[in-house]
Every structure is written in C-alpha cells, then in structure tokens.
C-alpha cells in the first residue's frame, strides 16, 4: 500500500505518535507524497501545558516515530512554532500541499483550536480530513434512544459494547513518499521539550520507562499473556504490577485503543474456548477499564465545560476552604496520614499512580481538606507521566460528587481503614515512606494510636520527622457535613431568589463551581533562569549532579556547588515539611520553593537548606538507627561550620593576596578535615550495614523485625550489603565509597553499583531497585493497578465491576 495518487498532503501528528492503525497517516500514504509535522506551540497549550514528566515522554516517542518514519521512506519535520496555523500554512505552501490530515482529538482545549484550523484551512481552500485514532466509538456515535448524552458509564459502556459496527484497524503503510519542498524546521533538542536543567532529573526516568510506540506494543503482549487473567483481584493490590501500566502510551497515542481492544477479546474468545471463565471474566473487567477512558473523551466532548465545572451543579455552592498549607502538606506528602503520604512521593519521585492511591490522594484532597478539586485536577495534571487531560477531568470529578454514578460527596473514606484494606502490609507505605519503615504493622496506618514506647523504638517521633494528622478524621467528617448542609442551604436560597424573579421562568445556570478560587500558581522562588514551564506546579523528581550558583549571603561563597548524588535523590525527602514555613494562606500566586524542592533545586536558600539542614535532617534519621550501634559518635554539625569559617576568613584582611593564602590554608584544612569525616561516615556505615544485615535497616525496611515469627521477609533480608545499600557515604563525590564505586565502574562494573540489574525504578532513596515481578518496560513504575473510577469492594457503580 501507499503512493498511489498524486496528492500532496501534510500529516499532522499530535497525540497519535505511531505507525500502525493511524488512519491519518494511511490514508495520505495511499494518495501520494507526504510531509509529516509535529508542532509544538507551549503558548497555545495555556494552564495545561504540560508538566515536565510528560515532556519527556513525548520528546523519546518523537524520537521513535522519527526513526519510524524515516524507515518507511519520510522525515518527521519538527516545529516550533508561535502558531499552529501559521506553521501548518507554512508547510502546505512549502510542499503546494492539496490537502491537510489528522486524527481527532477530545480534550477541551484541543476541540476549540482545531475547529478554528479547520475553520481557517477551509477559508483558504484547503481540504481538511480528520478521522478517529483515538477511540473505539466517536463521542457523537453513542447516544441514548431520546438522542440525548449518556451521564453514567454503565449505560454508556452497554451502549459502546453493543453497537452494530464493531472498532476497526487500519493497515500500516508499507513505505512513504517524502512530499518535496522544504520547511523551516528543527531537531528535536531545539523543540524545547526538555529544559537543560531537566535533564539529570528526568535521566532517571529512563530507567524506568521506555517509552516509544514498538514498546508499547511489547507492554501489551506482556501484559495479556501474563496478567490479564488476574486483573480483576489483583488490580486492588497497589504494592504490585497488577495492571497494564499502558496509560503513558496510551495518551500518546503509541497504541491504538482499538488494537488493545481486539487484542483482549481475542484472548477472551479463546478462553471462552477452553472454556475459561475466569480468564473470560478478567477480560471482561480490563475491557470496562478502556470503556472508562472511552468514557473520559465522550463526557469531555459532550459537556466541555467539565475542566473547570462539575458536571452536576450541585457543587456551585460549596464552601471551599482555599487554604495553601494544607495544598501545600499535600503535595508534599506531609499530611500525616501514611497512605496518602506515601501516594503522594511516590507520584513526586515517579509520576506515576495506581488507579487506587490516585482515588485515596485526590479524594482526601477534597473530602478531608475541603481544597477545590481543581486544584488537585491541575497538580495530577503538572506531575503525571500519563497526564490526561480526559482521563484526568472524569478522575477527580468522580472522586468529588460531581458524576451521578460517582462517589458521592458525603462519602468520606478513612485513610487509616483504606491502608490496612489496601496496603495489609503496610509495604506500601514503608517503600516510600522510610521514616517509618520500623513501625510495625499494626501502626503502621495510624502511628498516632500507637503507644508512644512503640515509636520510640521505631524511630518516630510525630511531629519532628513524620508530621501528626494534619486533621482528626472526625473533624474532617464534621467539617464535610457541615459544608454539604451550607451548600444546601445556599442552593435552596438560590432556588428561591430565581422563583422569586417573576416574569421570568428561564434560568442560565453557569455553573461556576469555584469561580472565584482559581488555581493557585506556584512559582519557584529565586530562579536565576525561569523554569522553561509555564506548568503551575512542575515536577522534578530531584537532581543526581547539579550545579547551581549560591548568593552571596548566609555565609556562603560564590562557587559553585557541585552536588553529586549518585544514589540518594537529593530532596526525594521534601525538606520542607514544617508546615508553620508555610506562612501564606491566602492570595493564590504564592512562591512555592517546595515544588524546586520536589526538583533539581534552584533557590538559594534552598541550597543552604540541602548543604546543612538536609544532612542533618538526614544525621537525625541515621543517628535514630545508628543508636543502635554504640559506634555511632560522629557530629554532622562540623558540615555547617565550613561556611562560617569562609566568612570569617573574608574578614581577616582586604589585600587579596593575603586574604587568598589564607582562603588556600583554609580550604586544605577544611579538605583534611572532610576525608576525615567522610572516612568516618563510610566507616559508621558499613558496621551500621554489616551489624543490621539481619533484621533490616532504614534502607530496606523493617518488616518482620518485631515479629517472632520467622518469615521469608526476615530471610531474606539476611544478606550481605552491597555497594548499592550504601546512602550517606555514597553522597559524596569525594567519600571513599564514591571513589570506591568509581575505581568498580573503570574495571567495566555496572554504573548502577555491583548488584544492581539495570532497568531498575526508581525508589524513594533513588536507589533505583529493580521491583519485583516483570520485567522490560514495565519495571519502571511501581504501581500496579485498577482501572476502574471506583475500586473498593462495596462500590457498585462507576467502576466497579460486581
Ligand atoms: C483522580 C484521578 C486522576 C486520574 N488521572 C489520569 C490521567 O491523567 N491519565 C490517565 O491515563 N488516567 C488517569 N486516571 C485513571 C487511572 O487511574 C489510570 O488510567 C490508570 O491507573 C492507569 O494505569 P494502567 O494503565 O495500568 O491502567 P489499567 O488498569 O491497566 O487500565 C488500562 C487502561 O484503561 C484506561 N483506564 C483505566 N482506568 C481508568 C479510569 N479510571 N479512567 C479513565 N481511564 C482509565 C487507561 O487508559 C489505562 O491505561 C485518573 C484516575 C483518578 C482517580
């Protein structure tokens, strides 16, 4: 198939980042030459630009697709542009181009500028073909008998599965016809997808994902032939790879749905064979999950007010507290309660979610917090690898009572009882959540009700380094029901005002939820250069190397901090979790250094905080442990000192040769006096490390440490340390580990340490771990699963699949 005409068309690729079943493509391979573009104009993306995670993803699949198409005979032409109608004029006149093609797309944004696109080529006389890429049925394909929107899934979805035509995938072209004519286009650096200072942070990503659409399509295959036939028990487990983990690739379009569809009911027709009823059922239950994706698209197109607006109007009136700590404790993973803590660094550290934890975080945002679900739709939305904007509108409107067929708004759930239902183990919240690796299970999810010898001897103490609730659970359920019964009231007030206008029986209900609590702009503090985002609240997971220059203030110099991290992620403990920092509770365009904190750290202060606090944030954690070893003697205070004695050196004298020597001595002693220290952080560490290869240590849990039983957790933390354990001694490029580690990588060892399998996830100490389970593009996240809105057991709507 392909260049059987004469035309001369533009592809315009968007989010269908592939070769096989994109009927754009096809179809203008079949008619002539091609020229395919990709346009990237941040300035037409506005408040859903997106957010940094996301922007790797999408450079690495341009990458691919590239190199796919140039296989298959054309280029991938890249532009960016102020514009995307002027870049696309650009390039039908470069080529005389006779027709322009591309495949729909449904998010609120996307539906208003192609109307204008297509509205514009038309008045040029440019024959415009858009065809569907995305979904197994256009939005305006499925209506009820009146003709009217559906507005709950389970009618939507038995609609979907009984539709007349089924979903059909197009051939991939064989070869293309590279159109003639040139643009002005650029490489894929100068796309500006991903800022200089990005680079480190998101280098980790790529140990764990690998995006690209022949990837995609190795996730899928695995995933049918390995774990579809658990999904629907083991999609509650969020400890494990028990889903798909295809969203990432999926948003971008590297798959088709209607590929992933067949795919399934292929396999559920052989297993409706054998006969397999439970491998029949499992299908059944994953098929539900990409109807609610296909849900997402049809309520966004058929009521495209819903990025901003519940779809019900029942939350017009709600009393919505606007208060930025608790936004900001949130974000941080400082809320006191484990489960949604730990949700919450994960998220920060990976970008990435399990269905069920996204439910738990996003719905304590609403329900306990009273924040506008805006705010947390727009976070999700800045952090997520798989950031949809569908996807995300149908998530947090299902969480916050604004769907018919969603959680409702009274429905509170307890962290506390969904962490023992969901996290039995507690190994979720240790995995992420060190602090209180040494709690034990029976705590683990309320550490406030345990007995204060217990904390003690797990290290914690509430408050000082894991905060106490950030509310009583009661009072949250009080302060909810309070705000449901004012909403009421307000409605009713309201109802009566509108019967009360006489002569009028016709009411514009705008429906403006929160109208006048816009979404609180984050901006990082301090920058020398502006982040490259106009993303709000853009992630970064933290930096391995850094350098950053320092103000001249505080008693620090002008160098150059160099600060290499080849393990730890420097910051993957937000360090500012003192919620008192947080003076600002109101006016929205707060400067919000935690976010650089979440990130490759740029502020000044910031800096300090990282080259004294956060050590000795650090020595607390290791001192808390290594009392157990009657060794430990060392004073992390010295570390502080070092700017001080620069400052005071600055004082001595104003000739500059003699304030230079005597900088010169200084800085050798102070050199001696590191190697000293860090001699003795290496030395405290290995016996720390040697001494707790039994029962466990702050770096690899605790689990089973208090319990008499001896269970295979115990044994199998019974092992030798590796180099890769090592997290003090290893942050230091000039510590005997590091040199160590460095002499191990000149003989030809692992970059990763001796131990450590490359494709590893990232981990809360960054230490990169392999998970257990699967392996190739699925180690990277480490979240397993659910696909429906809804998860919990006693849920009968939405998602749930009883
Ligand atoms: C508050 C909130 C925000 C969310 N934001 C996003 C988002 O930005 N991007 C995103 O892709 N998903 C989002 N989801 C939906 C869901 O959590 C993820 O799609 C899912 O966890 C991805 O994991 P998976 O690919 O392993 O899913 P699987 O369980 O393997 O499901 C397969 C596919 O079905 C689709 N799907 C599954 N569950 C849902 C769902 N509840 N809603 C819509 N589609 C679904 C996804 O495309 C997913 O990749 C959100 C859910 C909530 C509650």
């Not at 365009?589 to 990282?610: G, M």
Request: with cysteine; net charge negative.
């Amino acid at each position: 198939m392909g260049s059987g005409g004469n035309s001369k068309t533009v592809v315009w690729f968007r989010r269908d980042l592939r070769i096989e079943d994109n009927p754009a493509l096809s179809a203008a391979a079949r008619d002539g030459s091609v020229l395919a573009v990709f346009i990237w104009c941040p300035t037409e993306e506005q408040q859903f630009y997106p957010g940094r995670v996301s922007r790797w993803w999408l450079k690495q699949s341009l990458i691919q697709l590239g190199q796919s198409l140039k296989s298959l005979g054309a280029d991938l032409v890249l532009m960016k542009a102020q514009s995307t109608i002027s870049a696309l004029i650009e390039c039908i006149t470069a080529i005389g181009a006779t027709k322009v093609v591309f495949n729909q797309l449904y998010d609120p944004v996307s539906l208003v500028r192609d109307h204008v696109i297509k509205q514009k080529l038309e008045e040029l006389d440019v024959p415009v073909q858009t065809y569907n890429a995305d979904l197994l049925y256009e939005p305006w394909e499925v209506y009820n008998d009146e003709g009217y929107a559906f507005t709950t899934f389970n009618e939507y979805w038995d609609k979907c599965l009984k539709m007349q035509n089924d979903p059909v995938i197009r051939l991939p072209p064989c070869r293309l016809v590279q159109a003639e004519g040139s643009v002005e286009d650029c490489t894929i650096e100068e796309l500006g997808l991903e800022d200089e200072s990005e680079k480190p942070s998101n280098a980790l990503l790529g140990r764990g994902w690998t995006p690209g659409w022949t990837n995609a399509e190795k996730a899928l295959t695995t995933f049918i032939e390995n774990h579809l036939i658990g999904y629907a028990n083991d999609r509650q487990k969020v400890t494990e790879n028990s889903t798909s983990i295809l969203s990432p690739y999926i948003h971008f379009g590297e798959i088709s749905i209607r590929k992933v569809f067949h795919s399934v009911i292929m396999k559920q027709i052989l297993w409706a064979k054998e006969p397999n009823h439970h491998g029949e059922t499992n299908a059944t239950y994953f098929l539900r999950s990409i109807g609610l994706r296909e849900y997402s698209r049809y309520i966004c197109f058929n009521f495209p007010f819903t990025h901003e607006k519940s779809l019900l109007s029942n939350l017009k009136h709600f009393p919505w507290q606007a208060n930025q700590a608790h936004f900001k404790a949130w974000r941080q993973g400082r809320t006191g309660y484990p489960l949604v803590d730990a949700g919450m660094r994960e998220l920060w550290a990976t970008g990435w979610l399990h269905n069920k934890i996204r439910v738990i975080t996003a719905s304590f945002l609403v329900k306990c917090l009273l924040l506008p679900w805006q705010w947390g739709m727009k976070y999700f939305w800045d952090t997520l690898l798989d950031a949809d904007l569908e996807c995300d509108i149908l998530g947090w409107q299902y969480i916050s009572g604004s769907l018919p067929d969603g959680h409702e708004l009274h429905r509170l759930d307890n962290p506390e009882v969904q962490g023992f239902k969901f996290d039995p183990e507690g190994e979720y919240v240790r995995q992420w959540l060190p602090e209180l690796s040494r709690v034990p299970t029976e705590w683990i999810h309320h550490p406030w009700n345990a007995p204060s010898q217990v904390l003690q001897a797990a290290g914690v103490e509430l408050g000082l380094n894991y905060p106490k609730p950030i509310i009583d659970i009661e009072i949250a359920r009080d302060r909810l029901t309070s705000a449901i019964l004012l909403m009421n009231e307000k409605e009713s007030a309201s109802k009566q005002e509108d019967n009360n206008c006489e002569g009028t029986n016709e009411v514009v209900v705008d429906n403006g939820d929160s109208a006048n609590l816009p979404i609180p702009k984050v901006l990082l503090r301090k920058e020398k250069k502006p982040c490259p985002s106009t993303s709000s609240n853009d992630q970064k997971v933290p930096s391995m190397h850094k350098e950053v220059s320092v103000p001249n203030n505080n008693n620090y110099n002008n160098n150059k901090i160099d600060r290499k991290r080849s393990k730890l992620l420097e910051g993957q403990e937000p360090d500012e979790y003192n919620l008192h920092d947080c003076k600002t509770e109101s006016g929205f365009a707060e400067t919000d250094d935690d976010l650089c904190s979440t990130a490759v750290s740029s502020s000044a202060s910031k800096k300090q905080k990282q080259a004294t606090g956060t050590i000795s944030d650090r020595s607390r954690i290791l001192g808390v442990h290594l009392n157990r070893s009657s060794t430990f003697s060392f004073n992390f205070r010295s570390f502080s000192n070092l700017g001080f004695m620069e400052s005071q050196g600055q004082k001595t004298s104003n000739n500059p040769k003699v304030l230079l020597s005597s900088l010169m001595s200084k800085r050798q002693k102070l050199q001696e006096e590191l190697r000293t220290i860090e001699k003795q952080v290496y030395e405290l560490e290995t016996s720390y490390l040697q001494e707790s290869s039994n029962f466990g240590n702050v770096w690899r849990g605790y689990e089973g440490f208090l319990s008499s039983s001896k269970n295979t957790t115990n044994l199998k933390r019974s092992r030798k340390f590796q180099h890769e354990d090592r997290l003090f001694s290893l942050s230091s490029v000039t510590s005997p580990a590091t040199e160590e580690l460095n002499a191990g990588r000149e003989e030809g060892r692992s970059d990763l340490g001796p131990g450590r399998p490359k494709g590893g996830g990232l981990t809360i100490n960054g230490q990169g771990k392999p998970k257990k389970g699967r392996t190739g593009p699925r180690d990277g996240r480490k979240i397993r699963l659910s696909n429906d809105m809804d998860d919990d057991d006693d849920d009968h709507d939405m998602g749930g699949m009883r």
